[in-house]
């Protein structure tokens, strides 16, 4: 039997990998890259999908109805109807664990470009200046706390990286217990008030689901210092960002460094664009030589393996084999 599986979106030179990962079934891969046909088009006959940023909606899935699986080429699964896809008896599959460092290092390398000024510097010298002392003041690391909102895979890296800073690090994730945050490294807090306030830096890593979408909005940024950054390496959406120009335009937080926006690309009009006070870096925090490679195999291998008969290793409705 000759399996159809359609690439429908990707930012890759060619399908090589993907190729390799399932030459080992009879499978035509179909590139929509490199088609003019639309994903509905696309889809027919598909027996199995592999995504990374367009939408796979119910409709999409009833012009697939042989489908097997839905296999995200990445982490969140906000563009995937999930609920749809169980409806219809689909596996779908993401990556979540392949860019943990890059995403880690992404969180603290904006940490620390904020706190040490070195956007800032690097453009007044440029600029023809030399003043080490211009503008706010800074202060050491070891000093500081960091506040990381959920604490999965990412944030849990970012806790041990900085507490090879020498800083405090707090939690507050509802879904983990107190003794499992403390097993992580951080100290657990019962209420996401409280750590906003105590905070210095605030490190968003929450998904975006219709709970966490807006979550840290104009009484977030009210109650967090006025001293304090926040950064977002999760998604964008989860802070809301007409909300974050006015809170520093108001002066309650010092900085922010986005690597996630609710609109990607930012439109011209994104109150975030152009600001001294935001980095912002273009959803860049997964991306390494290493990472991608892994991400490819990975995802090219859950779509193998449900092709082949076998669960996936990274199902995320788990309950269609209960």
Not at 71 to 96: K, M, Q, W, Y
Not at 175 to 197: H, K, M, N, T
């Amino acid at each position: 039997m000759t399996y159809r599986v359609v690439f429908t979106d990707h930012t890759f030179d060619e399908l090589d990998v993907e190729r390799g990962i399932l030459s080992d079934l009879d499978v035509e891969v179909i590139d929509g890259e490199r088609s003019e046909a639309s994903n509905e088009e696309l889809a027919e006959g598909a027996d199995g999908l592999l995504v990374m940023f367009d939408t796979v909606d119910a409709a999409l899935m009833d012009a697939m109805p042989d489908c097997r699986i839905i296999s995200r080429t990445g982490i969140g699964l906000d563009n995937v109807d999930v609920e749809a896809a169980t409806e219809r008896g689909i596996f779908v599959t993401n990556v979540p664990d392949y860019c943990i460092p890059e995403v880690s290092d992404h969180a603290l390398a904006l940490m620390l470009s904020l706190s040490r000024k070195v956007v800032e510097y690097e453009d007044q010298v440029h600029g023809g200046g030399w003043d080490v002392s211009e503008g706010r003041t800074m202060h050491r690391l070891e000093t500081q706390t960091i506040g990381l909102v959920a604490f999965g895979n990412i944030a849990r890296a970012v806790c041990e990286k900085a507490n090879g800073f020498g800083m405090d690090v707090i939690a507050h994730d509802p879904f983990l217990s107190d003794e499992q945050i403390r097993e992580g490294g951080a100290e657990p807090v019962e209420e996401l008030d409280d750590l906003l306030a105590r905070s210095d830096v605030v490190s968003v890593h929450t998904p975006l689901t219709p709970e966490t979408e807006g979550m840290i909005d104009a009484e977030a940024f009210e109650t967090m210092q006025e001293s304090a950054f926040v950064v977002n390496v999760a998604r964008g959406g989860i802070i809301d960002e007409a909300d974050l120009a006015d809170a520093l335009d108001a002066g309650e937080i010092a900085g922010a460094g986005i690597d996630v926006l609710s609109e990607e690309p930012p439109s011209e009009d994104n109150p975030l664009v152009g600001r001294d006070d935001v980095i912002l870096t273009p959803h860049a925090a997964w991306h390494s030589a290493e990472s991608m490679i892994e991400l490819r195999e990975k995802a090219a291998r859950n779509l193998r393996d449900t092709l082949a008969g076998d669960v996936p290793t990274y199902l995320v409705n788990t309950e269609l084999i209960e």
